[in-house]
């Protein structure tokens, strides 16, 4: 492999290694913030519980994934500095407004709301969460502005050998940001529902005590995995409308047609199955036991469609970076050589494999120990056993 295909390759496994993360931080965000405002409303002893456990795997995923996001701001700088030499007044606008929302504001919310059990009055360590949740949100949209502008670079002149920035309002409503971004969010939200229906059938599998707690999780993750997959499904559809043309059926994109159309069938399939068999069924589920290992064996699905999504999006941008202004063998940095960039991939990758193994370590320790030993917001009475995780 030539340098540049080293570096496409490096980008591709750090970004989707990091995009796990991402996908289950923006499915479970909404998902415990509801939590937390049903316990808040009625006062429910089981709904502060839930909180508490899907808050818990929650917190561990976005720890670990944080540091894999440094990463990728990381590579810019090593491996495309042609990027930023030619685009960086465009494309540094919105990374710096994610940088400036995801590691200042969500971040200290999150930090008030973990520290906040007990200490902060309930309305206020409830605003917390939600705002964790926009946040997060935003966050995601700030990234998707800088992608879509590499989809289709509106809003911009050349000059000078560089990109210069003339509509900001452009930017912000580009055609491929428009329904783009909604399919994320779908897809994170139906990703982090059947992560919460899997582990709720692990534990109601294997007879678990807390029997109410998990059947309540599942038709809660089931409810959400199907406005998930509503959205996603039909946001992606709408995107065919802006599309380039011939963009996954020339020879070169061949990878991007066959990852755009895995997707599309797990999409479907997955649509149907939720909407038309699950939902309608919700409250046998839970009672159910032989779908339990169906169920469980089903969490990994979504991760899948989100990282062939993904992928189908940015190789069929090939060969350009940014669509017919800047190529990717011209947004690399001068003077990389082969050696070089794969020294820095074995060691990314390894880095950030490494995370993602104790990222689902620990979370499947919590599924696995359930909601009566979990570390976050325990009281004084709580925290010796829950300190034994």
């Known amino acids: ?68 996001g440094l990463v990728m701001e990381f590579q810019f700088g090593l491996s495309w500095s042609g990027l930023s030499h030619y ?11 994610e940088t400036l929302v995801a590691f200042f504001l969500e971040s200290t919310f999150l930090g008030l709301w973990i520290f906040g059990w007990h200490r902060l009055p309930k309305g206020l360590h409830l605003a917390c969460i939600w705002v964790v949740t ?82 309540r ?19 992606g559809y709408a995107q065919f409308a802006g599309i380039q043309e011939d963009k996954f059926t020339e020879g070169a994109n061949v990878g991007a047609a066959l990852g755009l159309a895995f997707m599309l069938m797990v999409g479907d399939v997955m649509m149907l199955l939720v909407l038309f068999i699950m939902l309608p069924l919700i409250a046998l589920l839970p009672r159910w036991r032989w779908t339990h290992p169906i169920l469980m064996l089903m969490t990994p699905l979504p991760f899948l469609a989100v990282i062939t999504g993904w992928m189908a999006r940015e190789i069929g941008r090939q060969p350009w970076m ?25 060691g990314f990758v390894a880095v950030l494999g490494l995370l993602a193994v104790v990222d689902y370590v620990l979370i499947a320790r919590v599924v696995r120990r359930g909601p009566a030993e979990v570390v976050l917001g325990a009281t004084s009475a709580e925290r010796p056993a829950a300190l034994s995780f």
Do not use: C
């Open 217 to 235: 999780s599942m038709k809660m993750g089931v409810i959400m995995a199907a406005i998930g997959i509503f959205v996603t499904v039909g946001f």
């Open 322 to 346: 940014i669509w017919q202004k800047l190529t990717v063998e011209d947004a690399m940095s001068p003077g990389l050589t082969s050696g070089m960039v794969t020294a820095s991939l074995f």
């Open 87 to 97: 685009a960086g007044d465009v494309f540094g606008a919105p990374l710096a407004m």
């Open 134 to 215: 926009i946040t997060a949100y935003a966050s995601a949209y700030w990234i998707m502005v800088a992608n879509s502008f590499m989809q289709n670079p509106v809003g911009t002149v050349a000059g000078g050998g560089q990109l210069r920035l003339t509509d900001f309002g452009a930017l912000m409503t580009n055609k491929t940001l428009i329904f783009s971004f909604p399919h994320v969010i779908g897809a994170g939200l139906f990703t982090g529902a059947f992560v919460v229906i899997g582990a709720s059938a692990y534990q109601l599998f294997r007879r678990t005590a807390e029997v109410e707690f998990f059947t």
């Open 1 to 68: 492999m030539d340098v540049v295909d080293l570096a496409r390759l490096q980008f591709a496994l750090t970004g989707n290694i990091h995009f796990l993360f991402v996908a289950l931080t923006l499915g479970l965000a909404p998902l415990v913030a509801i939590m937390h405002t049903r316990f808040v409303l009625s006062g429910n002893p089981l709904h502060e519980r839930m909180t508490r456990f899907w808050g818990q795997i929650y917190v561990i995923n976005y720890a670990l994934g944080i540091v894999t």
